[in-house]
Structure formats: structure tokens, C-alpha cells
């Protein structure tokens, strides 16, 4: 690649899987509805933007592939090919291999040779029907497109219109060059209209475009070698060509002055401007100079150089548009993390000073303080929202992978998404794809009945998984349900008992909410058979750990023969949580707010043992308790026994649990600190953060620490 270029591999790669990501979804929706203009259109210029970006940034082999595509795509558009599932396939092959391409380019690694998908498109273009008469079409084309370059414009000069001859004329009085440009593009280039594109593009960065023939219609159907560019501008004749000549494949470019200092003989009908009124705004220019405030000034023409202005009213003193500001800009997602621990770190600062000032009651450093508290709050929201995405981002992916394993299993499947529009912190979004893929990939392969199957209960041959995603208070709920046969749990009874997971006697006294838990067990499978989608055991006890080490929980819930559906709540962001701080012993712990369901005081009295275990009575329902200090092994400190003890109530799976603490500390924003590779492994804990006082405190991950 061109080391002028290299610069904006990142930028490119993004835009192209943000297409990529789109033309992904508006294949799949196409394959349902075929006839839909408006998809066939979205996707042809996604091809076409790929195309041309590809060409731009010298990555023909992308380039080449999305020009295939494109003219099948062309093909389809003018119904003369007619789509079909064997077209659908090559589509979506095609797709995984640009795909594949563009993470080839990002990663610096070798990129595949697409000739053999090219092929593939070829003939069902029937452009191959056989290699000789390829060879004969193929010489016959370039000699038509040569004769089609020679005809273009290389003797004749631009017949221009009476609007364009009045924007010269505008230029004119503003202090303006007009120049003529002849852009010669090399005989091996493949792509020449995608090349004249991007020159006209740039060109427009220097100036205003006033004419281009032929126009750019013509240049997209003709493919020419050659074409002319009107342009009024204030850069010098060098840096013109330069702009031009900086676009690879392009063989000359020269540049003639049609109105300036410099203009020549030429045979354009100039004389023509002198009927024209120019009483209007002139064009708007951009000097081609490093990004900062530039003063244009305008330039009345020399006399002798001149052309003839009719007095037919006085000429209106020229202005300049100010220039649009830039709305979005691209961020590395890196360097908004490195912002957030700088926040973070603000957030500790501010806690501390907080504390300081409470504590020595001084009316200057409170007031600071506040004022302080209020600047961190402000930023700490603008990152966040920051950071926050769609989950669209990810959502957009798996109708793909629904078609793709509705196929391979030979079952009718459609994925319905809704609440696309959510948005969770990327780091959050990022976790939860694997699961998510994992999850849909089981409502598929467990789930969805086959065809016969769903036609015997009396059930639409395809059926539907829904994908839905809402926003809680301080959460997201995401939701993944089918509507197939359901969890039956003598299924899971039989495969746990033969798995040897539990004995019969223990299988024989759980319920069956308890039988559906057993799902998320390392090992546990009901697949009849290992396939290339399940069947190994390994799944949804990975799905469970990924969504605690979120600080998330999943619940599931089935009626056989009916639905299946599957829960995930999940916090909005991991770097900053509202926090209870507890006191266990001598040690302040911290518990996210968003387990927390509420906390009470019982008295020993209130403590009930059942199958040797402690429980208490909250409104009819029997909750399980379980006493930190003895999870911890530390001696308990509790000063204030007489009023009883304090309870926590957490969430723990689809069951709620009570925490029993020695003291409630109270409530504080904390920032997660990482345990570092060691010490993240040990079970309980979800990391450390640094409290008011200075003192360091331990994150309790709540779904591991009730399974130690």
C-alpha cells in the first residue's frame, strides 16, 4: 500500500464493516422478501461504496470483488436475472469473503485470493460460457471502450450550458480561477469510473466543481480513459495537478486557465458571460492550506485580463459561506478507556476530598468540594454516554447466523429483533456476544422443531425466535425466546442421572425449576448426538459464567410443547457502580447496588434451620441465608446485636438470597479496579476499588460467592 494511504487503514476499516454490517442485515431481510427494490438499492450502493473506498485506498482484490457483485446486483435491479437460493448463497459467500478480506487488512495479515467466489459470479453472470470466447469478448470490449475514450473528449472541449457559463462568471467576480483539467486515467486500470470519482471528489476539496464531461452518468456507463473537469478555484495550477496525480492510476493530468491571469486562447464561448447578470452570491471556496482560520480575500480582476462586465446593475460585494463544522468524529475505543480511568481517578479524588471535608468542617474547602462533585458528576455522564452503543452494533449480526443454522439443520427459522435502539457501555456489549450466539444457537438446534414436527402439532413450518432488548432502571434486560417445544424436564432428569451429574434419589426430589438450573452445570447436555452445533456439554455453563463476570444474571423459563425463554439482566457499564458498602468484621466490603434487591433487620429468633441450612420468612417466601463472616472465616463485629442483624437481599440465579453483614456503611459510587491476572481468578470476588477514607475494598461478585 501507498505509505500516503496507510494513514487511513484504520478509518477505512471501519467504515467498510460499518457497511459491512448493514449489507449483512439487508441480505438476509432480501432473501425473505426478494422483490424489495428498496433493499436491492441499499445493498447496491453499500457494494458500490466498498468499491470505490476499496479502489481509493488500493485494494483492488476488494475492489474486484465488490465490482462482481455490483453487476450482478445491476443485473437483478433490471430483472434479468431473477434471484433464487443458489444466488442468495453466493451473496452471502461473497460477503464472508470481503469480510474476511477487510480483517486481513486490519490485522496486517496476508489477504485471500477471491478469484474462486469471482468465478462463481461470473457464471451466473454467464460471462464464462467458454474461455475462448471469453478472450474474443473481452479483446472486442477493450478495443470498444478505447475507441469509446478516443471519442470522449480528446479533441472536443466541453460544450457548456448557460448555468455553467454563469457560474464562471460568478467565480470570475469573486476572484477566481476557472480552469479546465483533462484527467487522463492509465490503460490498466479496471476500475477507471471508480478512479474519475475520487479525482472529482478531491478536486471538489480545493474548489467548486462548475462542469465535468461527460457527467459523471456517462463516466459510470462508459468507463472512460479520459475526462474534464470545470473548476473554480483559488490553488495554484501545480497543486491541481498534484490533487489529480495523487490518486493512483491516474496517468496525466493537465490543467488550462479559462478565466484568471494566466488564461489562454481557448475555445470555449466566454464572450457569452457578458449577458448575464451577476448580482448573486458568489461560490464558496476552500483554500487548499493546513486546517486553521484563513482570511479569503476577494480579488477585483486586472483590467487587461478581464472579460467585458454588462453594467447592468451594481455587482454585490462578495462573502464567503462559512464553513460546516464537523458533527461526529471517530474515536479509538482505547483512548475512551483511557479517559474513563481518568475519571475514574477524579471519582476517588473526589470521594476522598468529600470525606476530608466532613470530617475538619472547613466552609471553603465544602463549598469547593461541592463545586468539585458537581464538575465530576457532568463528566463522568458525558463519558458514559460516551461510551454507551446500540445494541444493534451486535444485534445486526445474528440474522445471519439464524439463516445460516436454519440451513445447515434443514429447519424454518426466522429471528424477530426489537429494542435495537438500547444501548449498553461497548465493554458490557462486547461480553455479551458469545452468549448471546451461544443462546441462539441452542433455540435452534433445541428449540425449533423440524418441519414435520411443528406441522404434527399444529404449528407453522418456520418458527420464530425473538430477540428483544429493554431498558430497566439501572439495567438492561435482554430477552432470547422460541417458540419450539419447550424444556421438558424428564429429559434433563434422565441425561443428568445418565451423565452421572446426580444420583436418581436426588434427581427424583428436585422440582422442576430446579431440574431446568441443572442446564447450567459444567457438562450437561440433552443433544441425542454431537453435531456441528451442540452436543458436547460445553455451553451453557460458559454462557453463565461470562453473564456473573458482567455482573449479570440469567434466568430460564419453559412450557414444554410451547416457548422457551431466556433472561439476561445486565448492568448499563463495569467501570463506574453505584455501590453498598457493608462492614463484615474489621472490613468494608462492596456489593453493586444493582444485585441488591433490599436489606431489613432480623432477630436470631427469626432464623429458621431447614435441611440444616439457615433460613428467614420474607412475605411467604422462604429465603436462604448465609452469614459473611463464616463464608470468610473472620470473626464477626457486630456491635449493635440487640437490634438484630442486617440482611441483605441479592439475587442469585432465578432465587434470592440473604447476605447477613455486620453493618451497613452506606452508599457510594465506586470505580472497578481490576485484581490483575492472579488474583482474578479467585472465586467471590469481581475486583477492588478505593473508598472515601483511602483504604482499599473488595468487589463481592454475588452468583460466585454463594456457590463457595
Known amino acids: 500500500m501507498n505509505s500516503d494511504l496507510e494513514k487511513y487503514k484504520d478509518i477505512h476499516v471501519s467504515d467498510m464493516r460499518e457497511h459491512l454490517q448493514n449489507m449483512n442485515r439487508s441480505f438476509v431481510e432480501l432473501e425473505h422478501d426478494p422483490g424489495n427494490i428498496d433493499l436491492l438499492n441499499e445493498i447496491f450502493r453499500a457494494v458500490h461504496t466498498i468499491k470505490g473506498n476499496s479502489a481509493t485506498m488500493e485494494y483492488d482484490d476488494v475492489a474486484h470483488l465488490a465490482h462482481e457483485m455490483e453487476n450482478l446486483l445491476d443485473k437483478i435491479r433490471n430483472k434479468e436475472i431473477t434471484i433464487d437460493r ?19 487488512i486490519s490485522n496486517n495479515e496476508e489477504v485471500m485470493d477471491p478469484a474462486a467466489i469471482i468465478e462463481k459470479l461470473g457464471q451466473i453472470l454467464k460471462v464464462n460460457e467458454t474461455e475462448d470466447v471469453d478472450k474474443v469478448k473481452a479483446v472486442d470490449k477493450a478495443e470498444d471502450v478505447d475507441k469509446k475514450q478516443e471519442a ?11 448555468d455553467e457559463l454563469k457560474k464562471i462568471t460568478v467565480a470570475m467576480t469573486s476572484g477566481m480561477t476557472v480552469y479546465e483539467i483533462i484527467v487522463t486515467i492509465d490503460d490498466s486500470c479496471k476500475l477507471k469510473s471508480a478512479k474519475a470519482t475520487i479525482v472529482i471528489r478531491n478536486l471538489e476539496k480545493i474548489g467548486d466543481k462548475i462542469a465535468v464531461y461527460p457527467d459523471e452518468q456517462a463516466i459510470k456507463a462508459t468507463n472512460p480513459g479520459k475526462f474534464h473537469v470545470i473548476l473554480a478555484s483559488n490553488s495554484e495550477i501545480d497543486t491541481i495537478r498534484d490533487v489529480g496525480l495523487s490518486v493512483f492510476e491516474i496517468s496525466d493530468v493537465e490543467v488550462k486557465v479559462i478565466v484568471g491571469e494566466d488564461e489562454e486562447n481557448h475555445e470555449f464561448d466566454l464572450d457569452s458571460l457578458e449577458e448575464f447578470d451577476i448580482t448573486q452570491e458568489p461560490l464558496t471556496v476552500e483554500e487548499p492550506v493546513e486546517p486553521k482560520t484563513v482570511e479569503i480575500k476577494t480579488v477585483k480582476p486586472e483590467p487587461e485580463t478581464a472579460l467585458p462586465i454588462p453594467k447592468k446593475s451594481e455587482t454585490k460585494k462578495p462573502s464567503i459561506s462559512p464553513p460546516q463544522t464537523v458533527q461526529n468524529i471517530r474515536v479509538n475505543i482505547q483512548q475512551l478507556d483511557s479517559l474513563m480511568n481518568h475519571i475514574g481517578e477524579l471519582v476517588i479524588s473526589k470521594t476522598s476530598l468529600e470525606h476530608m471535608a466532613s470530617k475538619y468542617e472547613i466552609p471553603e474547602l465544602t463549598e469547593s468540594v461541592a463545586h468539585l462533585n458537581r464538575i465530576v458528576e457532568v463528566l463522568q455522564e458525558e463519558v458514559m ?3 454507551m452503543v446500540p445494541v444493534d452494533q451486535i444485534f445486526s449480526k445474528y440474522p445471519r447466523i439464524i439463516r445460516d443454522l436454519s440451513k445447515s439443520s434443514g429447519k424454518k427459522v426466522r429471528l424477530v429483533i426489537e429494542g435495537g435502539d438500547i444501548e449498553l457501555d461497548r465493554t458490557v456489549l462486547d461480553g455479551i456476544n458469545d452468549p448471546l450466539v451461544h443462546i441462539l444457537r441452542n433455540c435452534v438446534d433445541h428449540g425449533i422443531e423440524t418441519i414435520e414436527e411443528r406441522t404434527d402439532a399444529g404449528k407453522p413450518e418456520e418458527g420464530t425466535v425473538l430477540l428483544k432488548a429493554a431498558r430497566g432502571k439501572n439495567h438492561v ?5 422460541d ?14 442421572i445418565s451423565r452421572g451429574l446426580m444420583s436418581e434419589d436426588e434427581a427424583a426430589a428436585m422440582n422442576d425449576d430446579d431440574l431446568v438450573s441443572i442446564l447450567f452445570q459444567p457438562g450437561f447436555s440433552t443433544a441425542k448426538a454431537v453435531t456441528d452445533i451442540s452436543g458436547r456439554g460445553v455451553g451453557m455453563d460458559v454462557v453463565k459464567r461470562d453473564i456473573d463476570r458482567l455482573g449479570g444474571n440469567i434466568k430460564i423459563y419453559s412450557t414444554p410443547g410451547e416457548r422457551t425463554c431466556i433472561r439476561l439482566k445486565l448492568p448499563l457499564t463495569l467501570a463506574i457502580i453505584k455501590a453498598l458498602l457493608v462492614r463484615v468484621g474489621n472490613n468494608i466490603y462492596i456489593l453493586p447496588i444493582n ?4 436489606s431489613f433487620r432480623i432477630n436470631e429468633d427469626q432464623i429458621k434451620m431447614v435441611d440444616k441450612k439457615e433460613t428467614c420468612i420474607l412475605r411467604d417466601e422462604v429465603i436462604p441465608l448465609a452469614r459473611l463472616n ?8 457486630d456491635k449493635d446485636l440487640d437490634n438484630g442483624l442486617f440482611v441483605i437481599i441479592v439475587e442469585h440465579g432465578d ?3 440473604g447476605l447477613i453483614v455486620d453493618e451497613l456503611v452506606g452508599q457510594q459510587e465506586v470505580v472497578i479496579k481490576s485484581l490483575g491476572a492472579s488474583l482474578g481468578r479467585v472465586q467471590g470476588f469481581a475486583g477492588a476499588t478505593i473508598i472515601k477514607d483511602g483504604s482499599v475494598a473488595l468487589i463481592l461478585d454475588t452468583n460466585s460467592l454463594l456457590l463457595l
Do not use: C, W, Y
Open 86 to 104: 443458489e444466488i442468495m448463497d453466493i451473496f452471502f459467500e461473497s460477503f464472508d469473503v470481503i469480510e474476511s478480506m477487510i480483517e486481513s
Open 152 to 162: 470522449v473528449g480528446q479533441d472536443d472541449e466541453p460544450d457548456l450550458s448557460t
Open 385 to 387: 454516554e460516551i461510551r
Open 477 to 481: 434486560n435482554i430477552e432470547i425466546s
Open 483 to 496: 417458540d419450539g417445544a419447550g424444556i421438558d424436564p424428564e429429559v434433563i432428569r434422565k441425561s443428568a
Open 595 to 598: 444485585n441488591v434487591l433490599e
Open 630 to 637: 463464616q463464608l470468610f472465616e473472620i470473626e464477626s463485629n
Open 655 to 657: 432465587k434470592h438470597v
